[in-house]
């Protein structure tokens, strides 16, 4: 029972980190635009992101505020809150 429970555990968080993605936003992607954030957020105790906070963004007011959007839909295991997690995003058109 408990090997079970440590493999649902195991499944669980695969499937929740799996669903936690960033996507190109559409707009910057048509005109090729390249570029980095950096952000740091916390995480509460029921699995939601909060005080998301945009450090750098390069090219600013291209990617930050789809990039916050986008991290605030996240959802992680409750029960274990972290603060300050840093997140490095960077995009490249092809």
Do not use: C
Request: hydrophobic share 40%; net charge positive; charged share 25%.
């Amino acid at each position: 029972m408990r090997k079970l429970l440590f493999l649902t555990l195991i499944l669980f968080s695969a499937i929740s980190s799996a669903a936690n993605i960033i996507h190109y936003p559409e707009r910057a992607e048509k005109l090729r635009i390249d570029g980095e954030v950096n952000v740091l957020y916390d995480v509460n105790e029921r699995g939601t992101p909060e005080n998301i906070r945009v450090l750098t963004a390069s090219p600013k007011y291209v990617f930050d505020r789809d990039v916050q959007k986008q991290i605030a839909t996240w959802r992680y295991p409750s029960g274990n809150p972290e603060r300050d997690i840093p997140l490095r995003v960077i995009f490249k058109a092809n």
